[in-house]
């Protein structure tokens, strides 16, 4: 499973098959899950002073497969945007990726694809869990870390900075009794040492983007109403 993969079954309810955070926050932190999955394989990085690429930009240090179609995707489109600002490229990284991930994961067999139609007429298409066993190992692994202070691994530390970044975390760890603690808690690991430098920033740029989308998404309802 990629990192994107745990993080769509988090953010979508079991039984309803709906989103439980809201656009466009969550294809965001989608596109960030695939930047940061590419720099934990080396993939990609981010420039330091010093480099052939000015510092804070995308640097690509290796085009070959993934072994992944939709990171080998998404690998050819950065090896063409390097030099630019990470955070300026996830809504590029996230076009169509939320779709493609709940097909591939329908396809497996983890999600099923329930397709209906609104007020009759509109297509709509659910996505309840078919098999949820893996999700069941993910939130095991985070409530480990989030409520009984065990260190994470990267793959966790990255999916709970993800979470944080989109204020998520008491909606995923939904029996924690003590909400503010489990806050604090993945504040702390998104800003602590759990990886390399290149990929905390790059969890950093989901944040500075997603937080950004947010509001210009609100400020947007709020000029029409």
């Known amino acids: 499973m990629l990192i994107a993969e745990d993080l769509l079954l988090l953010l979508y309810n079991d039984e309803s098959g709906k989103p439980i955070t809201g656009n466009p926050g969550l294809d965001y932190s989608l596109g960030g899950a695939v930047l940061i999955e590419l720099t934990l394989l080396g993939k990609v990085d981010i420039a330091v002073a010093g480099d052939d690429v000015k510092e804070g930009r995308l640097k690509v240090l290796d085009t070959s497969s993934t072994g992944d179609a939709i990171l080998d995707e998404r690998l050819a489109l950065l090896a063409q945007k390097s030099g630019q600002k990470p955070k300026n490229l996830l809504g590029k990284l996230s076009k169509n990726l939320r779709y493609q991930l709940l097909t591939r994961l329908a396809e497996r067999g983890v999600l099923e694809a329930d397709k209906d139609k609104v007020l009759g007429l509109f297509p709509v298409t659910r996505w309840p869990a078919k098999d949820a066993r893996h999700e069941a ?82 400020s947007a309802s709020a000029a029409s109403s």
Not at 154 to 162: C, G, M, P, S, V
Not at 184 to 210: L, P
């Open 137 to 218: 190992e993910v939130r095991t692994a985070l409530g480990s870390v989030l409520k009984l202070g065990t260190e994470p691994d990267e793959r966790t530390a990255a999916l709970i900075a993800l979470l944080n970044a989109q204020n998520a975390v008491p909606k995923v760890v939904t029996d924690a009794v003590d909400k503010k603690a489990l806050k604090r808690r993945a504040k702390e690991i998104a800003e602590s040492e759990w990886a390399a430098e290149a990929v905390r920033k790059a969890v950093q740029e989901v944040q500075a983007a997603v937080t950004a989308a947010i509001i210009a998404s609100t």
